[in-house]
């Protein structure tokens, strides 16, 4: 559905990774199965509610920011979700 979220939740899931924390792990303390996060990464499609309990779990906190100079700010974000940098900032 959406490919920004689907890479939101893949580079989730890595970073969970990174820090010793399987997917199933993941999944089960913010109340999934395995199966449905996988399918959440897989459609781009998730609760808000439960991104941000996968972010809360790993450190990070689900905010919005507004679009400045033609998208620039939100295409940073995107860039930076893409590239993993957007995560260490937090780490």
């Keep these: 559905m959406f490919r920004h ?3 939101l939740i893949d ?10 924390v399987s997917r199933a792990q993941l999944a089960e ?13 897989e459609r781009g499609d998730i609760p808000a509610a439960t991104l941000a309990a ?12 507004p679009r400045q100079a033609g998208n620039q700010t939100r295409e ?5 979700i893409k590239t993993g940098v957007f995560f260490r900032r937090g780490a």
Excluded: P, Y
């Design 54 to 65: 996968l972010g809360e779990r790993l450190g990070f906190e689900l905010s919005f920011v």
């Design 29 to 41: 303390q913010i109340g999934l199965t395995v199966g449905e996060l996988t399918r959440a990464g």
């Design 11 to 20: 580079q989730l899931v890595s970073t969970a990774r990174d820090r010793g």
């Design 5 to 7: 979220i689907q890479q």
């Design 76 to 80: 940073k974000a995107i860039q930076d």
